[in-house]
């Protein structure tokens, strides 16, 4: 994303003026600005300020400064803006569709708190805000309410939509993001709280990937949905960078900016990496810190504030494209784009839903429609609706095409399938295979002309499946709705604008007309060259050769309006109230007005609005045309029930049945309206009058008989002669009337001459005689006889059956006749009549019974009977039952049972059978089945005609394995010769005449034929068949035969076919047919051979031409090297002189290569020169060691060789070790660097140093170098080397060669030291310089040999004290370095001593750090657990450091599970009061507490654990802690052990058991600190061992809850219905297991339920004279508080025994039996008990009994 600069739409102000909220409106018309001034500034979308107005306060009275604007939010539908401010109010305020408008306030909403936020959803009529007191709140536009969605503790900071506008999130002080869902956009994420940034976060976004937070921390957080942090971007280390204070996603999601100081940085989504990446921020100088950012809906713009008033506005965008000049395309994100018509300044934002980055944009249909694609979607728009529309889509690899016929769809052909997508849905709207994408022949109509009744969708497609097929297709539900098949092609069609009709013509012209809805079809007219529907009617108009035919009504097909006309119809215009049709006559272009009358009855029809159509109709004659619409207007006013309409409409049709019909419905309806004052026409009398006009004559008289009118109904049948029914209503209804309607229904039917109903009738009543008569009236004696058969009676009356017989044979119902005849026992007269009928299965039946010797004879004539018929397949079997064979076969073979007839002649004698088998064989053959027409051949004994067949059907090979069966093979061989030469002398036969020379295996003579006629292809083909071994010769020879007869094309196919491709070539060559042998050449041999063969072509020509063919084939300089390769100089030459001049050196210099190898040195020496290379002759003459002939060349054309020469002859001068010649010639050609090689390479170091130091002083440093690679880094060559330099003064030099001795190359200390000494010794004496330096490497290196002290001195002579002192104290020389610190260099004895002190700790000397650093001794000693050793040394100390120490120590035992040694430290000592130690004893307290000890040690642990506590809460009594938590706490403490120890002195004496027990129970009173499963066990125990049965009973009850609590983690299935009214707690800290183990367990377990079963134990707790728990301190009826008693804990009631000292008392019965008890016993125990008494309570005020 980059951000341009735009402009400046607010300045700057000197000082501080905040820009306070700001918010674009949806439909990006309008800005709004405000800042601290508290007036709303409106800027329209250019950013020009158009309006502006001032807010008010939600108090007057408080003055108008005493609040801020805190957010601006725009409605959905950018007409109003809520106003957020902090003095608790929004007001919502309508700004008006037009600038300048007044504004008004139109609702306020009162808050709990201040405005810090505001948002408002799109689509939504509610809007979001933020509340200092933490709350997120709905209101709406409407109404002064609002309600809470969420309540947080925290401030919310900042709130952001989601990029759907289906979701907030709400940022708060806290940290916390906290998301909220309006509506389950499907993405599956769940409300509440997100994620805890690290800082508030002010600057929050919802992108489309990820949560976006920063804040004062200066980092950037991307959070995922989840929750979890993707990605941070940390700017904490940047100094320019400070915190950010908004943040704003773009309106796609897909970038996010945030703004800071001075900076505003932009992140982009990239969706291929799955990570944000930050653009380039853009940085504004003195803009100062950024407090709001708001980007436009669009996404084109952003508008910053900032804290010093300024508004900046910037455009954003990725790219921007130019399209044919028209178009700007502003791609604002990945997957935004906004398309702008540069001509009209329209706009559309082109957004993709899902956030797929937009790959591809492109403008088709007139420039009218928009066609984008991503990954996964494409994206359709209509630049003149603005309908925007995604849909998925797979990447078809662009072969799709669109098409922009329809203004509504889009549609889309791939692959045979048609896709349409509907402008504004991002659905589908269907898709249909086809493979004709003419708009002529898909037709589509979307919701047009719909009627006002009608709400729903009309959809509708109409296409053709195949040429002859159309479909029609209802897209709403997706399926077919119709289908139908043309005889002829379909050229067009079109559905009417309803969809309930469609007109198509076919190839021939011929206009038809489907009627969607009854599934029928008309035809319309013939050779129809124009037809369209009228738009906005059902109107067809169309064009039949000279005629204009004009159907007004479509309903009536056969009506139809001609208008003779010129010319031909080109289009059809309807505009301001007129349709025209417009012909094109020649040049001119004349219009036919139509009727609009007509054509607007149909709209009113379409529109239900039948009174218009009616008005309209009165004003026409009565026309073909108008009948059509009179019965149309009738049948809609009878489904619209507007009864006086259809009434009308059927007296203008003259139609005066259905006229008077209606006329008495509605005066019924009038009738009724005026009896009962309701509509008469929803009565049920209208409603059957209605259904009896529609036929619907069950539906009537389920309408008379539901309301119980049976008499309606009854006549209603009557009326209609619907007899049967009425008869029925009246016996189902059990009506009194019912003999009387049969009477006259049978009357009526006898007077109406309807004898056979009336025998019907009869027949049922069971009057047979009387059905009988009637039946025979009506001329049906089949039905008299039927009865007769039916009632064995009957049958009896010979005369009645004669007479029926008659009748029967007369009517020709023979076989009736016959039954009848068989019934009376008439068996010859039966036989006749079957016989005379056909009926012979009856006739047989009856022979097999009464005349057996006739069966055969009957099998007879029933086939022949069967043959007469053409029933031959039904004849066969009879001839057979016959024993008619011969027939049967005929029959067979007549009835085409050709299997049968096999079966049948099988069985018959061979003779007579043959032209049979002929048949048979000739009918298998016209069914080309034959291999049963042989068979059946050869059974006829024509074996001749099955070869005959099969000749003539081409089968060679099956007709000569029969001629083989039948004929000789010499005769066989020579038929088949014969007839394949006949063959080949008839053109067009060679390949019959083949296959014969095969089949009689004679292939050559089929070569030899194909050769004879130069079919070579065919002769090839055989040869490899049945000659493969001469296939290579074959091809070769033809080769060669058509290349001596010039057939040099067929001859190059079969040297290639022959392998020998070069002989094509060469036959082309020889031809000079270059060409073709540079073709055969590379498709044969490849580039090589081509290239072989272009070179020999243009080596041919020579000149010109040959540089222009190697141009022609790219082959120039590849030729021209090739030449030169293969030593043609000339030709290389000739060529490059043409056209390669840069390359004749090169040619020149390989020719001298070439003759130099040959020896020819003085030729060579030539070429050199012509090549410009003399240096290169030279070279030859120095290789030949001429050196006459090399100086002459060099002096003539090369002097700078000259020095090559005087070099080749000082090598050969090395050569043979005469070094002086050498040097002189090399320092004559001034080259010494080579002398000084030579003397190198042969390790002549002393005179390669007196070169280098004569001639190349500055390589002295590298050959300095070079040298100690040679020698190496051995110590005693760099002794050498050292002295030597120092020796010649090079002092610097030889100190480097003293110091390159090393630990490395040198393993001697000593010789080490005198090494690095010796260096040293040179630096101060001839190179000060680097004396530092040195001195400092040397102490370093005697260092890491362990001359500490060494290196130390040496550093201390050079006056490096510091460093000198790092040494000391590297070396452990802890008293040197001291030493100097003190004497020499006091300013470093501070850091001398902090480091021993670093070292001490280090080394773990505390006895050492003591004398240094007393505390950090004793840290030493607690940190090596040292613990005697660091408490005796702070018991020395005393003071804070004793106590510091000790509470460490007791911590630390406590941590280690060592509370008892912790609690005896803490006794020997003391416990001082210091808050910081509270939390030690609280832990000691609650670990002793928890741990249980017997006998006299357990009274020791709690004793010293008491009065450790009782010193302590004396001490706090005098601090200025007294009362406060901490002390009260440790008096509690205190208490419980006092309790505690008391009850362990108890415990060895039987007198005070119930002491003990009542100190158990006690201390249940302080299960919030004692272990409660350990308490109530306790206290159970004891219970139970005084027999206080019931309450040991409840203790050990609730001991197993706890222990299934502590088992379980929880205490939510505690019951405690025990324990209420008591002062025992409920809720009480879980231990982390159980006290006891569970062995211990089952045992109190087991007692409990021993003692359950006793009906003597209740489950109740004692009480007492309060009437409460007789240990709760506190009585819930009368709320007084008892104080405890010091010995049992039980309250005090009466009787109570005071003390001196505090609010102390007790139970003067329980002090009297503890005392006396203490006193007899003298235990020491209870003795000390009472000491303590004494001690913290005093002497008790009237004692009975007293103790000093």
């Not at 994303?1 to 607010?10: A, C, F, I, N, R």
């Not at 009896?692 to 049976?710: C, H, I, P, T, W």
Request: proline share 3%; charged share 25%.
């Amino acid at each position: 994303m980059q951000l341009k600069h735009l402009k400046t739409l607010v300045s700057p102000q000197d000082g501080a003026a905040k820009v306070t909220a700001m918010a674009w409106a949806p439909n990006n018309s309008k800005l709004a600005v405000s800042t601290v001034d508290r007036v709303v500034t409106l800027f329209d979308d250019q950013g020009e300020k158009r309006d502006k107005f001032a807010t008010k306060p939600a108090d007057p009275a408080l003055g108008k400064k005493c609040y801020q604007v805190s957010a601006l939010a725009f409605s959905p539908d950018s007409s109003k803006i809520a106003v957020g401010q902090t003095d608790n109010i929004i007001f919502v305020y309508r700004l008006g569709e037009k600038w300048g408008e007044k504004k008004t306030i139109c609702n306020k909403i009162i808050c709990t708190g201040a405005i810090t936020c505001l948002v408002w959803p799109p689509n939504h009529p509610s809007f979001v805000v933020g509340l200092s007191d933490g709350k997120v709140r709905l209101a709406g536009a409407k109404g002064s309410k609002s309600q809470t969605i969420y309540a947080t503790e925290s401030y919310v900071v900042s709130l952001a939509l989601s990029p759907s506008g289906k979701g907030i999130l709400s940022g708060h002080a806290d940290g916390t993001v906290v998301r909220y869902l309006f509506e389950d956009d499907g993405s599956g994420l769940a409300q509440g709280p997100v994620c805890r940034h690290t800082c508030a976060p002010y600057a929050l976004a919802w992108a489309s990937a990820s949560i976006m937070a920063g804040g004062c921390d200066r980092r950037i957080v991307a959070y995922g949905q989840n929750g979890k942090v993707l990605q941070q971007f940390d700017y904490s280390n940047q100094d320019d960078e400070k915190e950010f204070m908004c943040a704003c996603a773009s309106p796609s999601g897909q970038s996010v900016v945030m703004g800071s100081f001075d900076r505003i940085r932009v992140y982009d989504w990239a969706p291929r990496k799955e990570a944000w990446e930050e653009a380039p921020s853009k940085v504004i100088p003195n803009l100062y810190t950024v407090t709001c950012l708001s980007w436009k809906k669009d996404g084109s713009r952003l508008v910053a504030g900032s804290l010093c008033g300024a508004v900046e506005l910037f455009d954003c965008c990725l790219r921007k494209v130019l399209y044919r000049n028209k178009f700007e395309m502003t791609y604002v994100g990945l997957s935004q784009v906004i398309v702008k018509n540069l001509n009209t300044g329209a706009r559309v934002v082109l957004k993709s839903h899902y956030g797929y980055e937009i790959e591809k944009v492109q403008i088709m249909g007139k420039e009218r429609y928009l066609v984008a694609h991503t990954s996964d979607t494409l994206l359709l728009g209509d630049l003149a609706s603005c309908k925007l529309s995604e849909v998925a889509w797979q990447d078809t690899g662009g072969n799709e095409k669109f098409y922009f016929e329809n203004d509504n769809v889009c549609m889309i052909f791939n692959a045979g399938e048609l896709i349409l997508v509907e402008y504004g849905i991002n659905d589908l709207l269907g898709s249909v295979r086809t493979e004709f994408m003419n708009p002529h022949l898909i037709s589509i109509r979307i919701n047009e002309r719909r009627q006002k009744s009608d709400l729903t969708d009309n959809k509708k497609l109409a296409y053709l499946q195949d040429l002859h097929t159309a479909c029609i297709v209802d897209l709403q539900m997706g399926v077919t709705i119709a289908t139908f098949t043309h005889d002829l092609k379909i050229n067009w069609l079109e559905l009417n604008e309803t969809g309930r009709k469609l007109l198509f013509r076919d190839k021939k012209l011929r206009l038809h007309l489907f009627d969607i809805e009854s599934q029928s079809r008309s035809s319309l007219l013939n050779y129809c060259s124009y037809v369209q529907w009228v738009p906005l009617s059902d109107v067809v108009v169309a064009q039949n050769r000279g005629n204009l035919c004009v159907w007004y009504n479509i309903d009536m097909p056969d009506r139809v309006t001609m208008f003779p006309l010129k010319g031909e119809v080109v289009d059809l215009e309807r505009l301001n109230g007129r349709t025209e049709v417009l012909v094109q006559s020649g040049v001119d272009t004349i219009s036919y007005t139509l009727d609009e009358g007509l054509i607007e009855f149909g709209t009113a029809m379409d529109d239900g609005d039948l009174l218009r159509g009616l008005s309209f109709l009165e004003t026409l004659e009565m026309t073909s045309e108008t009948e059509a619409m009179w019965k149309t207007l009738g049948e809609l006013a009878l489904q619209t029930m507007q009864l006086k309409i259809a009434e009308r409409c059927y007296a203008a049709l003259g139609d005066v049945a259905r006229a008077r019909y209606m006329r008495e419905t509605n005066l019924l309806s009038h009738k009724i309206f005026n009896e009962t004052g309701l509509d008469g026409r929803g009565h049920y009398l209208v409603q059957a009058k209605l259904a009896v006009l529609n036929k619907q004559f069950k539906l009537a008289e389920s309408m008379y008989l539901e309301r119980g009118d049976v008499d309606s109904a009854i006549a209603m049948h009557k009326e209609l002669n619907r007899w049967d029914d009425a008869i029925a209503v009246a016996e189902s209804r059990n009506h009194s009337e019912v003999e009387a309607l049969r009477t006259e229904y049978f009357e009526w039917l006898l007077s109406s001459h309807q004898e056979e109903r009336a025998g019907e009738w009869k027949e049922r009543q069971g009057d047979f005689m009387a059905a009988i008569t009637l039946y025979m009236k009506a001329g049906l004696p089949s039905k008299a006889a039927r009865l007769v058969m039916q009632e064995k009676e009957l049958v009896s009356q010979s005369d009645l059956l004669q007479h029926i017989a008659s009748a029967l044979l007369k009517s020709g119902q023979n076989e009736k006749a016959g039954e009848l005849y068989e019934m009376a026992h008439c068996h010859q007269q039966a036989m006749e009549a079957y016989k005379s009928g056909g009926a012979f299965r009856r006739a047989v039946e009856l022979a097999r019974a009464s005349f057996p010797s006739d069966v055969v004879h009957l099998e007879e004539l029933w086939g022949r009977y069967l043959s007469k018929q053409k029933q031959f397949d039904a004849a066969i079997m009879h001839f057979i039952e016959a024993g008619c064979l011969q027939e049967a076969i005929e029959a067979a073979i007549h009835a085409r049972q050709w299997n049968k007839a096999v079966q049948i002649l099988e069985t018959q004698e061979p003779e007579g059978c043959a032209k049979f088998y002929h048949q048979i064989a000739q009918h298998y053959a016209s069914t080309r089945d034959y291999k049963l027409a042989e068979q059946y051949f050869i059974k006829a004994g024509s074996p001749r005609e099955a070869m005959d067949m099969y000749i003539g059907v081409g089968r060679w090979e099956e007709a000569y394995e029969l001629a083989c069966s039948c004929m000789s093979p010499e005769d066989t061989r020579q038929l088949y010769v014969t007839r394949a030469r006949a063959l080949e002398e008839e053109e067009g036969h060679l390949r019959e005449a083949e296959r014969l020379y095969v089949i009689v295996e004679e292939p050559d003579l089929a070569i030899t034929m194909y050769k004879k006629h130069k079919q070579y292809d065919q002769m090839i083909r055989l040869v490899s068949t049945h000659h493969e071994d001469l296939l290579v010769d074959t091809h070769l020879h033809l080769a060669k035969e058509l290349e001596a007869e010039g057939q040099i094309r067929e001859a190059e196919k079969h040297f290639a076919s022959g392998g020998d491709w070069k002989a094509a070539v060469n036959m082309y060559r020889l031809r000079n047919h270059w060409e073709d042998a540079y073709r055969v050449a590379k498709e044969n041999g490849g580039s090589n051979a081509s290239n072989q063969v272009a070179y020999l072509w243009a080596k041919s020509l020579g000149g010109e031409s040959a540089v222009k063919l190697l141009t022609k084939f790219g082959l120039l300089e590849a030729a021209v090297d090739y030449a030169t390769e293969n030593f043609s100089f000339d030709f290389a030459l000739d060529v490059a002189k043409v056209a390669l001049k840069s390359k004749l050196p090169e040619i020149h210099t390989k020719k001298a290569l070439y003759l130099e190898d040959e020896g020819k040195i003085s030729e060579a020496e030539e070429e050199f020169v012509r090549a410009g290379r003399p240096k290169e002759a030279v070279l030859m003459y120095v290789h030949q060691q001429d050196w006459a002939s090399a100086q002459r060349v060099a002096e003539l054309h090369c002097p700078e060789s000259i020095t090559d020469v005087l070099v080749g002859q000082a090598r050969v001068a090395f050569d043979q070790k005469d070094y002086q010649k050498a040097e002189s010639y090399l320092l004559r050609a001034d080259r010494p660097d080579v002398v000084a090689s030579f003397y190198k390479e042969n390790e002549m170091w002393v005179d390669a140093l007196r070169i280098i130091k004569d001639y190349l002083p500055h390589k002295l440093d590298d050959f300095q170098r070079e040298m100690e690679a040679k020698t190496g880094k051995d110590y005693e060559n760099l002794l050498s080397q050292a002295r030597a330099w120092e020796q010649s003064g090079e002092h610097s030099r030889a100190i480097d060669f003293y110091l390159q001795v090393t630990t490395q190359n040198c393993k001697d200390n000593a010789i080490l030291q005198s090494c690095w000494e010796r260096a040293v010794d040179l630096a101060l004496k001839f190179v000060p310089a680097r004396c530092t330096d040195v001195v400092t490497l040397v102490s370093d290196r005697l260092a890491n040999i362990g001359k500490y002290m060494q290196a130390g001195e040496l550093l201390m002579e050079n006056n490096l004290v510091k460093e000198s002192l790092d040494m000391f104290m590297a070396g452990e020389a802890w008293d040197k370095a001291r030493e100097i610190a003190r004497n020499i260099a006091p300013r470093y004895e501070s850091y001398v001593e902090e480091a021993y002190v670093q070292y001490l700790k280090q080394q773990n000397r505390p006895d050492k750090m003591q004398s240094v650093d007393l505390d950090g001794a004793l840290k030493m000693y607690a940190q090596s657990g040292q613990w005697e050793k660091c408490i005796e040394l702070a018991e020395k100390q005393g003071g804070d450091i004793k106590a510091k120490y000790v509470a460490l120590y007791a911590a630390h035992l406590i941590k280690s599970n060592a509370a008892l040694s912790a609690l005896k430290l803490f006794d020997r000592m003391g416990a001082p009061a210091n808050p910081q130690n509270f939390n030690i004893y609280k832990h000691l307290s609650l670990e002793i507490f928890g741990s249980s000890f017997e006998g006299s040690q357990g009274y020791q642990i709690y004793a010293m654990l008491r009065n450790m506590l009782f010193d302590l809460v004396n001490q706090l009594s005098r601090s200025p802690e007294s009362g406060n938590l901490p002390h009260r706490q440790f008096e509690e403490h205190l208490l419980i052990a006092h309790y505690l120890a008391t009850r362990a002195a108890c415990g060895s004496l039987k007198q005070l058991e119930k002491i003990l027990t009542k100190l158990s129970v006690s201390l249940l009173r302080y299960t919030a600190t004692v272990p409660a499963d350990k308490a109530f066990y306790e206290a159970g125990l004891h219970c139970r061992a005084v027999g206080w049965d019931n309450m040991a009973f409840i203790f050990f009850n609730r001991f197993l809850d706890l222990s299934e609590a502590i088992e379980e983690g929880s205490l939510d299935m505690l019951d405690n219905t025990d324990f209420a009214d008591t002062d025992i707690p409920f809720e009480v800290p879980l231990s982390e297991s159980p006290y006891l183990p569970e062995d211990k367990r089952e045992e109190v377990k087991e007692w409990v339920l021993a003692v359950s079963m006793d009906q003597k134990v209740e489950q109740v707790l004692p009480v007492d004279e309060r009437g409460t728990y007789e240990a709760a301190l506190s009585c819930p009826h009368t709320h007084v508080v008892s104080l405890p008693c010091v010995v049992t804990g039980y309250p005090v009631l009466r009787q109570s025994v005071e003390f001196r000292k505090g609010s102390h008392c007790a139970n003067q019965v329980d002090w009297n039996k503890f005392v006396t008890t203490a006193k007899m016993s003298s235990s020491e125990e209870c003795l000390d008990v009472l000491r303590f008494l004494n001690q913290w309570c005093g002497a008790p005020l009237n004692p009975s009994y007293s103790f000093k």
